[in-house]
């Protein structure tokens, strides 16, 4: 739903992916993130009101300041819902919705908030979800998801790295994934250390964990996609690609 990184593009809100898995009689859709601008396209593909759980990597506006947009939605909006939509991210997550609400407490009246540690592992439909902690200088989770694959009778699985620098857990939650979405903030460049890693980073995360497939997120406008793309296939010897908003991975 969104993939750029830090601040919107010109293209694209920033980080938000919407996880569809068959649960048998419907579609089971889960929120990775929920990122600035990141409801609209949200819209355009599922009923925000109709989704069945929001994760959140962590309080950086790029990855949740849209829990607020719907939160919103949910008090005023079209559809209703009979329970409570379950909001799970690191500690301290339900208070950043309120203050991105302007200290709203009515914001989390909507959700069933899961404040979460890193390890912890969870089942949501049918999904189990596992976490680690990221190298971010916020409480910040990366997340592991494992499911039906489209494939019938097969598991799959998605790690999503939300933001991280090098970090071994994230490489440990990622081992044998079949996609690996993984942040690449510094693209071709460097920045401050505990942030983000560039786009050779995570194609040696990728190629450390193993995984089937890397596709690279959280690219900032200005950043040089192509040089990203090439900088990433020199560490990793896997399939790869860019986010792009409303590209479909099928696992
Ligand atoms: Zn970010
Ligand atoms: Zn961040």
């Not at 999904?127 to 499911?147: D, E, S």
């Not at 979405?181 to 040696?204: D, F, I, K, N, V």
């Not at 790869?240 to 991975?249: D, E, K, R, Y």
Request: hydrophobic share 40%; glycine share 14%.
């Amino acid at each position: 739903m969104g993939c750029s990184g830090s601040v919107a593009s010109a293209d694209s809100a920033t980080s938000c992916y919407l996880v569809e898995v068959d649960a048998g009689d419907r579609v089971y859709r889960l929120a990775a993130d929920l990122g600035s601008g990141a409801i609209g396209a949200l819209q355009r593909q599922a009923d925000p009101a109709g989704l069945d759980a929001v994760l959140l990597t962590h309080g950086h506006p790029d990855h949740m300041a849209d829990a607020y947009g719907l939160s919103v939605y949910l008090r005023y909006g079209p559809g209703s819902r009979e329970t409570p939509l379950p909001l799970v991210g690191p500690s301290g997550i339900g208070a950043r919705v309120v203050d991105v609400g302007g200290g709203d407490d009515s914001a989390l009246s909507p959700f069933a908030v899961h404040e979460v540690d890193p390890g912890d592992e969870g089942t949501f439909g049918p999904l189990t979800v596992t976490t680690a902690r990221a190298n971010h200088p916020v409480p910040a989770l990366a997340y592991r998801f494992t499911g039906p694959s489209v494939c019938d009778g097969k598991t799959a699985t998605l790690v999503y790295t939300g933001d991280t620098d090098v970090s071994d857990d994230v490489a440990a939650l990622a081992q044998g994934a079949d996609v690996l979405l993984a942040e690449a903030g510094w693209g071709t460049g460097t920045g401050t250390p505990g942030y983000h890693l560039t786009a050779r980073q995570a194609g040696e995360l990728a190629q450390r964990a193993g995984v089937g497939r890397l596709v690279l997120t959280h690219l900032a406008p200005w950043a040089d996609r192509d040089g990203s793309l090439d900088a990433a296939a020199d560490a990793f010897d896997g399939d790869i690609q860019l986010a792009v908003p409303g590209a479909v991975v099928e696992l």
